[in-house]
């Protein structure tokens, strides 16, 4: 960012990490697709299943994770689900130059990738919390935002030289990489990550209380006769005493063996310091094990029932969800509209949507300066507005250059307005999650965002092939015109949590 603004060490680690992960991501943008169809020879319906299918079992597959990830401290988690796309792709390269390669493989990848960046992005919403205050949050999200729009230029240009150059799993090898270092640069974060923090009372807990406090007087009214129990009792005692006594004097051999015994082992007296060394360090652990241990199947609804009980979450969820899913869903139908009826070459296609990307490294850049000048709801309300109008543009692609600068035109004003919207929408969100639930808030929104995405995905395919490409990719930028209506009407203001005092060095 040009305003220099510092936010850390720790968090430059982190950055660097995110920045490595999303230029391997965008270097091997496309690479299962084109594995499917040069290596395994797929068709168009398995290439299809391949995009669609592996996002929404991944999906799935990471629905239990949140609840179990908000529990945990999140920077082990991070680096634990780098490692498992870093292995989870690397079978792939393994598996071509053994020649056993099959498309059963490359879904069951896709499934695991998915399901691991799912809860990946989860848990570095968390970690992101507690790395930096409040106010820093938007700065961070708008050089993150910077990075994946930047990763978007260069990545898919270097892929396709290297896949060219090197081989159609070159990039893949690339991608898991980049895992690696991303696990290494979230490690070299280091510091003290507060541990998470503990449930709140059940609403049956809750409900439970004033039964206990109705039955309190009770218990006070019955003391007096438990008061004379043990007044009886204390009169007894001496009677006690005596036959303790007794049986003391009568035992003298059993103390003198039991010095003995005391005496022969050493070696667990010398090990005591020890043990009660670690004591602590179990006593603090048991909470976050005890946790854990008490997710119930009502957790993994956690994260919805949040977002749809809170008055400014719910319509900005159901807003991203549907824009990003019906984006999505016509970029198939734009491939096969402009390298088949078209007749656009391959690099014409991928320039097309490559070079325009340089607008959402533009709009990130004025996210924070916006948010300045006009305040944080109103950005949101105008450029969520403004990003919907552009799609429907694309059913009027025409051949030639017309039609690619046209693309070109269109795609740099969606992604501009995506990049001043992303980090001001992903900040706005954060501050309205309290810190206990942002793991399985977020899990819960990227869950349905890749479920529906799929869906609609598999929907747009259908309807590509009934109606034609470009009436498919004009009735999507028609529905995206109706998004707007979906914004947060009313200016929430977050609910900001007391933060404790970070370093900076």
Known sequence: MGSGHRLGRRFGWLWGAYGTSALGTWLAFGAFPLIA????????????ALSSVGAAVGAAVAVPLGPWVEFRRKRPVLIAMDL????????????????????????????????????????????????????????????????????????????????????PVATVVADAVSYLLSALG??????????????????????????HREAAPERREAAPERREATSERREA????????SERRKATPERREATSERRKATPEHRDAAPEHREAAPERREAAPERREAARLRAGDLLDGWRYILADAALRPLFFNTTLFNALVMAAQPLM??????????????????????SIGGLLGSRLARPLVTWYGQHQVLVVVGTLRALWSVGLAFTGPGTGGL????????????CCGVFNPVYATYRLERTPTDRVTRTLSAWAVTTK???????????????????????????????????????????????????????
């Not at 169809?37 to 299809?48: F, R, T």
């Not at 998470?196 to 004033?210: F, L, S």
């Not at 491939?335 to 325009?356: H, I, K, S």
């Not at 070109?408 to 004003?413: I, N, T, Y």
């Open 335 to 356: 491939a096969v509209l402009m390298l088949g009826r078209l007749g656009f070459e391959p690099w014409q296609y991928g320039l097309a949507f490559a070079a325009p």
């Open 237 to 244: 005692a001496p009677e006690r005493r005596e036959a303790t």
């Open 84 to 167: 498992v796309r870093f292995a989870a792709l690397l079978t792939i390269p393994a598996a071509y130059a053994l020649g056993t390669l099959t498309f059963l493989q490359l879904l069951l990848v896709s499934v695991v990738v998915a399901a691991a960046d799912i809860t990946f992005r989860a848990a570095s919403g968390a970690y992101l919390k507690t790395l930096l205050p409040a106010e820093d949050l938007l700065v961070a999200n708008a050089r993150l935002e910077s990075t994946t729009w930047t990763t978007t230029i260069i990545g898919p240009p270097l892929g396709g030289a290297a896949i060219g150059l090197l081989g």
């Open 186 to 211: 979230i490690r070299a974060t280091g510091g003290q990550e507060p541990p998470p923090e503990r449930r709140e009372a059940t609403p049956e807990h809750r409900g439970a209380a004033p039964e």
């Open 37 to 48: 169809i040069q290596v395994l020879h797929a068709g168009p319906a398995e290439v299809a």
């Open 451 to 505: 479920a529906s995405t799929a869906l609609l995905t598999a929907v747009w395919g259908v309807l590509g092939g009934l109606l034609g490409p470009r009436t498919a990719i004009g009735l999507a930028g028609v529905l995206l015109l109706a998004t707007p209506l979906l914004l947060p009407r009313q200016d929430h203001t977050p609910q900001r949590e007391p933060e404790p005092a970070r370093s900076r060095t």
């Open 405 to 416: 600068l046209l693309v070109m035109g269109v795609e740099l004003g969606l992604i501009f």
